[in-house]
């Protein structure tokens, strides 16, 4: 309607010959649906409308309007459905998202940044998708060897296809789920077991789309880059349980093949994997040590800080850069402190002690550490712990994780800056729900108009096709990462929101920002910084 309103204004103008109004006592409020009635004075002008001509009058000039903009809207949907449906033409001038861009939810000055921090595993080491296979393999044979699942879930498979990250796991119902920004259930991202849920069925067994308070604590978030195996084998477990027509609990289910996907980590079955065949696993970059030494030279501090075990961190650090490295230099050389098995979130709010790890010998130290020394590796720790022995000040530190929980929830709240490496860093544009806005903004008497009903019609059933295309451009099963398929952005962006400063694909991309610039939040984004507005103005012909 405010649309509406500002087209009339100038007509209305028009219409009343310049004469000007002043209202005295007049109540502006619905009383029988129709507003009080105002007494007019007028200037000059001899001539003046009667307030309920004046109405009529406004009234045929909106339904002119109306069909006028409808027409209009027609004209350019069907300009768009010419180049829209068979996409090539307009992909092509499509503005393209930066794949290496930094995308910024709050502002940053790289030149107030003096310290560095990284986590390891996907943000300075990058896989290649045989990892989540290697994990469902591994954990797999896990449930069925040591918890006793039946043998045929041996025929299981890794399906990349499935899975994508930042899905919800409802561990008293067992569904698998994709939420938006404000924690409704997607209709067309819900899963049981294998088999996607229709509308009335969720709406059966959770009455509304929207997760409740109490719902919410039964749910558990699938979060980081090993979440993918997770909720493949979880979904596929349910799917053979209901298959076979055995009674389960859904509870069980999670809690299995969450300790199943931690004993392979924290045993080092994974880590093992991985070196075994490290070209099958691992993603050699060299811009990495580019980028590394790019800010040592700039004379910045750097740390590493994971969770897993020095030897991992070690022979795939040595792996990914020894095209790159010296004979004679090491990796660590370029780090002011290392620290492995880190314990983390529990490092950011536990009061535990830092020990030295000897490397030649596989022990810890009992010698208290009071100093972060070159050339050593320390385990364990905490943050109070961290801050107290560098003296470094929340605000001139970034850390750069993958885990929105685990790596950064705790430096946010610390104080740190933090960066998200988000690999999933993609974009999408949908045309028919600028049309159908504008559409909806002629709602005056003309909605009965059949016009109006055969457009609002076609354009529902395009913005319908038009998701399902869209979806399948990112993920079959739950579409985008970042959005639901109606647009609306989803909750994991909005956990990328709450705790990323700033977001990139990964950290080597600030090798194309120099390390004075300051990041600003874009001025017109809705939300995500990335996703890109793109007018119907490009499908016209």
């Known amino acids: ?29 619905f009383l029988g649906g129709g507003y009080h009635r105002c007494s007019s004075i007028a200037s000059s ?42 996409i090539p033409d307009a992909l092509k001038q499509m503005p393209k998202m930066n794949p290496k861009g930094i995308y910024v939810n ?40 040591e918890f006793k699942y039946p043998d045929t879930c041996l025929e299981f498979k890794y399906d990349p296809t499935f899975p994508i990250r930042g899905l919800y796991y409802d561990k008293s119902k067992g569904c698998l789920m994709k939420l938006d920004f404000f924690g409704s259930i997607e209709l067309d991202g819900c899963y049981y077991g294998r088999r996607k849920l229709s509308r009335e069925e969720i709406d059966e067994m959770y009455g509304t789309r929207h997760i409740g308070r109490d719902q919410a604590r039964e749910l558990v978030c699938l979060m980081d880059f090993f979440c993918f195996s997770e909720a493949c084998l979880i979904a596929d477990i349910v799917q053979h349980f209901v298959d076979a027509k055995l009674e389960f609990d859904a509870r069980y289910v999670y809690e299995d093949v969450n300790r199943a996907i931690q004993f392979v980590h924290n045993s080092g079955l994974v880590h093992r994997g991985i070196l075994a065949d490290p070209p099958r696993y691992l993603v050699k970059n060299d811009q990495l040590l580019r980028f590394l030494r790019m800010l040592k030279d700039k004379g910045k501090k750097l740390f590493l800080l994971t969770n897993s075990p020095f030897y991992f961190v070690d022979g795939g650090m040595r792996f990914m850069l020894q095209d790159s490295l010296g004979q004679q230099d090491s990796w660590k ?15 950011y709010k536990s009061d535990h002690p830092f020990r030295c790890y000897d490397v030649e010998k596989d022990t810890l130290a009992f010698t208290k550490v009071d100093a972060f020394l070159p050339g050593k590796i320390y385990y364990h720790g905490c943050l109070k712990a961290f801050l107290q022995i560098t003296k470094w000040k929340g605000p001139e530190v970034i850390y750069f994780g993958d885990h929105l929980f685990s790596d950064l929830r705790g430096p946010s709240k ?66 985008a ?15 990328i929101h709450q705790y990323a400063d700033i977001y990139t694909s990964k950290p080597e991309n600030f090798l194309y920002y120099p390390p004075e610039a300051w990041l600003h939040v874009p001025y017109d984004i809705k939300i995500m910084p990335h996703h890109l507005k793109v007018s119907s103005n490009l499908f016209r012909t």
């Open 1 to 29: 309607m405010a649309t509406l309103r500002r087209l009339i204004i100038p007509f209305r103008s028009s219409l009343l010959q310049r004469t000007s109004y002043s209202h005295y006592g007049c109540k502006e409020g």
């Open 45 to 86: 002008e001899p001539k003046v409308l009667k307030f309920e001509d004046e109405e009529k009058l406004l009234g045929n000039a909106k339904d002119s309007l109306s069909v006028e903009e409808i027409s209009k809207i027609r004209e350019e949907y069907n300009a768009a459905k010419e180049k829209f449906l068979k």
């Open 106 to 145: 709050k502002n940053v000055r790289l030149d107030s940044i003096q310290v560095y921090g990284f986590d390891y595993d996907y943000t300075l080491a990058h896989y290649s998708s045989n990892l989540q296979c290697l994990i469902y393999e591994l954990a797999k044979h896990h449930l069925v060897n």
């Open 333 to 347: 050389e370029l780090f002011d402190v290392v620290i492995a098995k880190a314990n983390k979130p529990e490092f």
């Open 414 to 479: 610390a104080g740190w800056r933090t960066a998200a490496i988000i690999h999933e860093l993609k974009a999408k544009f949908h045309i028919m729900q600028e049309l159908l806005g504008r559409l909806h903004a002629t709602a005056t008497s003309s909605m009965t108009s059949e016009a109006y009903k055969s457009l609002l019609r076609e354009l529902n059933d395009e913005r319908q096709k038009t998701r399902y295309k869209m979806k399948g451009m990112f993920n079959k099963s739950f579409g």
């Open 481 to 495: 990462t970042f959005l639901t398929d109606t647009g609306q952005e989803s909750a994991f962006a909005y956990h």
